[in-house]
């Protein structure tokens, strides 16, 4: 079964180094005074922070797990750095080996350590068609029965149903929900009088006018290829709901991604680019490097369609700028699909911002149950406890926890999580969404897109062929 996966690999070969994120195993803190410390060395031992939890046992032998995850910047590095740090004071048998990879291209180097032996203990992803693939190939536990038996957040419905796949439960969410709007400078609207467009059609007549006046109309990084494909989503999406999306995953009853709505998206956005809508060179720009929020910094671009997380980021380099000239609108409607009947409310997001991934077994196929015990109680008591999920608010993510969405305080944020739970549906992204093989043709039809390389209907011919063949192969 685990040779299911080589079907998803390019020709590359990964070497994969194991760091350890944190150092080693936390050392107990001396007494005070030496010798005359004694009375203060006896006493009691400060309790774990699962104490009085339904979890389970762990064991007390030496034990190392490695855990990988895509928290290469602070705030989410250190903020995860912290809950493994917790998570090894209370156990000091265990090492958790930390290992931050970068977002580009981690898909590809997960499945390349899964087929070479070296695959992590516990990983990180964004659900979807890849959690299937990763289940079926042999790389996931299920912990339905873990899940039912011991204790752990109150997840959002939606998240757990983004976790589970063919009725089991593969993942434990963490992070949060994350939406996607336009973010745009208000500065620059109000020095041009422009007001927040509602319709695609006033979105182009404010993309003009930014044009006329000197201004980019929209930032984008698309050497990292999923950051274009957002654009390609919600004009996906707003043209038809879910519907043709949905029919083109499946291949069944005419289902294509030649189909009128991803040929509309495609040609909007082919229209875009040959206006100037979006930065010279979109496609050598890497969001990793930020460089699409290098523009709206400089005053270069007006607006960046973007997910929720860039509150935080933004805030984490200059939060007075932030304040001053940031705020954030939905997606406009199309019209005449609107009129037509065709839902415009569908978002474009995640329930689980990240969900882990168990990957405890033994040479022999059978389940490791003491990694696996101890990869859950880190999951769901560390990376979900009180601390995390402070930190994660303060930061402007909203745990996927029932009740953490009320006491939002940026006004951002609480309208970006607040058009999520409007939503009739939320898209999770199609890079997420759709099997890895097909997720890595999406990508590169985006980039010939944006480069003005095929026409629409040759990227859906390619994507419709890569779904065949991941649909073929199941």
């Not at 037509?340 to 911002?353: L, W």
């Not at 970006?416 to 997420?432: E, G, M, P, R, T």
Request: aromatic share 10%; proline share 4%.
């Amino acid at each position: 079964m685990r040779n299911r996966i080589l079907a998803l690999l390019s020709a590359t070969v990964l070497s994969v180094t194991t760091l350890a994120g944190c150092a080693g195993t936390a050392a107990p803190a001396p007494a005070a005074g030496g010798a005359e410390g004694g009375a203060a060395a006896a006493e009691a031992p400060a309790g774990k922070q699962t104490d009085g939890k339904n979890v389970p046992e762990l064991t007390t032998e030496p034990l190392t797990i490695t855990l990988w995850d895509i928290s290469t910047e602070d705030p989410n590095k250190r903020i995860s750095e912290a809950a493994v740090a917790r998570f090894m004071a209370d156990y000091p048998n265990i090492t958790v080996n930390q290992v931050h990879q970068q977002n580009d291209n981690y898909k590809q180097q997960l499945v390349v350590a899964m087929s070479s032996g070296q695959a992590p203990d516990i990983y990180v992803h964004w659900g979807g068609g890849p959690m299937a693939e990763y289940y079926k190939s042999g790389f996931a536990n299920d912990i339905t029965e873990m899940y039912a038996k011991y204790d752990h957040p109150e997840y959002v419905d939606a998240a757990v149903a983004q976790s589970t796949y063919d009725g089991k439960m593969l993942a434990i969410p963490f992070s949060g929900l994350t939406g996607c709007d336009i973010f745009y400078n208000k500065t620059i609207f109000a020095d041009l009088g422009l007001e927040i467009p509602q319709t695609i059609d006033e979105l182009e007549a404010v993309c003009d006018k930014l044009k006329e006046n000197g201004y980019i109309p929209f930032s984008l990084a698309n050497a990292s290829k999923w950051t274009g494909s957002m654009y390609y989503m919600y004009l996906v999406a707003r043209h038809s709901g879910n519907a043709e999306f949905d029919a083109a995953y499946t291949q069944e009853n005419g289902g294509s991604f030649t189909s009128p709505a991803f040929i509309f998206a495609g040609e909007k956005i082919q229209d875009w680019v040959k206006k100037g809508y979006f930065p010279d060179g979109v496609n050598s720009l890497t969001a990793d490097d930020n460089q699409d929020r290098a523009l709206l910094y400089d005053g270069s671009a007006a607006m960046m369609l973007h997910g929720s997380w860039q509150v935080q980021g933004i805030k984490a380099d200059n939060e007075d700028w932030y304040n001053e000239n940031i705020s954030v609108f939905r997606f406009p409607e199309d019209a005449e699909a609107k009129a037509a009947g065709v839902p415009q409310d569908v978002e474009i997001g995640t329930a689980i911002g990240m969900g882990m991934t168990f990957n405890c077994f033994k040479e022999d196929g059978s389940v490791d149950q003491d990694k696996l015990d101890a990869c859950f109680v880190l999951a769901t008591q560390y990376f979900n406890d009180d601390t995390y999920n402070e930190e994660q608010v303060a930061t402007g993510t909203v745990p996927s926890i029932k009740g953490f969405n009320e006491n939002i305080e940026d006004p951002n944020n609480k309208y970006i999580i607040d058009q999520f739970f409007k939503a009739s549906n939320v898209q999770l992204w199609y890079d997420q969404y759709l099997p890895a093989s097909v997720t890595e043709v999406h990508k590169n039809c985006m980039t010939e897109l944006f480069g003005l390389e095929k026409t629409p209907k040759e990227i859906g011919e390619e994507q419709d062929a890569a779904m065949q063949k991941a649909l073929a192969e199941e």
